[in-house]
């Protein structure tokens, strides 16, 4: 089997997220290869009438782009990688990692993988998603 080129880790900032980063870092030395990151920010809740479902407060998404894209700063900076492999995007994560590891032609992505109960079992979770669709391997990493 040929070694990874490009290992796309799809950061969550979760409490135990640290041993994914690690992981995604551990391999793409392993293979000498191009560590990518990215982050999802969700899309805003939104009822039929497209009115906010949540409290309407002062640039709510705004703060929340600032927030993932400090952390994903402090994350390259720990982990080695350069402000032009870190981006920070909005939307479906499932949909938004997909595109972004056939935009990047990443081989690999790496994500955590949660124990998911009740309503969260029933939907599914991204790592499974990600399974199903995404164009190259995927590690999840239990957590």
């Given at each position: 089997?040929?070694g990874?080129?490009?290992?796309?880790?799809?950061?969550d900032?979760?409490?135990?997220?640290?041993?994914?980063?690690?992981?995604?870092?551990?391999l793409?030395?392993?293979?000498?290869?191009?560590?990518?990151?990215?982050?999802?920010?969700?899309?805003?809740?939104?009822?039929?009438?497209n009115e906010?479902?949540i409290p309407?407060t002062?640039?709510?998404?705004?703060?929340?782009?600032?927030n993932?894209e400090?952390?994903?700063?402090?994350?390259?900076e720990?982990?080695?990688?350069?402000?032009?492999?870190?981006?920070?995007?909005?939307g479906?994560?499932?949909?938004?990692?997909?595109?972004?590891?056939?935009?990047?032609?990443?081989?690999?992505?790496v994500v955590g993988?949660?124990?998911?109960?009740?309503?969260?079992?029933?939907?599914?979770s991204?790592?499974?998603?990600?399974?199903?669709?995404?164009?190259?391997?995927?590690?999840a990493?239990?957590?």
């Open positions: 089997m040929e990874y080129q490009h290992v796309l880790l799809a950061a900032f979760q409490d135990d997220s640290a041993r994914v980063g690690e992981r995604a870092h551990d793409a030395q392993r293979y000498e290869a191009q560590l990518s990151l990215l982050h999802v920010v969700e899309n805003m809740p939104v009822e039929p009438g906010l479902m309407p002062a640039n709510v998404e705004q703060e929340m782009l600032a993932a400090r952390r994903l700063r402090q994350l390259g720990r982990l080695g990688v350069p402000d032009a492999h870190r981006e920070v995007r909005v479906q994560t499932k949909r938004e990692i997909i595109e972004h590891a056939q935009e990047c032609g990443a081989d690999l992505v993988s949660h124990s998911r109960h009740g309503l969260a079992l029933l939907l599914g991204t790592a499974n998603a990600l399974l199903h669709g995404a164009p190259c391997d995927v590690l990493v239990r957590l």
